[in-house]
């Protein structure tokens, strides 16, 4: 199994489609990869979901006819305002649009940047081919959730990163299903 390694994203938009009114303020941001600089919602009220903040065009280069794996993202995600942070939603992309498993989890966003990782899902409930994988629409969506009591919260994403496993395809061996044509001798 080969691997891409972590690459950042190369464009950053507010997705709504996840129903949430919140935007992210300078998406960009989200993957600068400098810890000081972030994309962050204003403070929302309890209940409420962010958009997505969908991040796409990984400028992966994976070879056709190769088998995905496995997708890992890893994302560094902090919180202000009253604790009930929370993942909203957490897709993959494909083809521009936020689809397959929620990964979301139940666990809290801390006060402080804590790292997000989604290593352990697959292909995250998506049928995925290489093709789909290098196409520039292509990447991860996140929305967050304010689901406590109390005061607003609100929500910072930084250094959005996806590493792609794969197996390439193996070529076929010549003088078997490709067998070499007749030399002429002259």
Do not use: C
């Not at 689809?99 to 409930?125: C, I, P, Q, R």
């Not at 049928?127 to 292509?138: G, K, M, Q, V």
């Amino acid at each position: 199994m080969s691997d891409t390694g972590w690459v950042r994203g190369g464009s950053v938009a507010n997705n709504s489609a996840v129903g949430g009114t919140n935007t992210w303020g300078n998406p960009n941001l989200a993957i600068d990869g400098d810890i000081v600089t972030y994309s962050a919602t204003n403070l929302i009220p309890v209940t409420e979901y962010t958009q997505y903040l969908q991040v796409t065009n990984f400028g992966f280069s994976i070879s056709v006819g190769s088998t995905i794996d496995k997708i890992s993202v890893r994302a560094f995600l902090d919180r202000f305002g009253n604790t009930g942070a929370r993942d909203g939603y957490i897709k993959l992309v494909k083809g521009g649009t936020a689809g397959g498993t929620n990964v979301a989890t139940a666990t809290a966003w801390s006060n402080g940047y804590k790292e997000w990782s989604g290593d352990s899902y697959g292909l995250w409930g998506n049928t995925l081919s290489a093709t789909d994988i290098n196409s520039s629409s292509f990447g991860v969506a996140i929305s967050g959730h304010a689901n406590n009591t109390g005061t607003n919260v609100g929500f910072k994403v930084y250094d959005v990163q996806i590493t792609v496993y794969y197996t390439p395809e193996t070529p076929p061996t010549v003088g078997t299903k490709y067998p070499l044509p007749p030399f002429k001798i002259t």
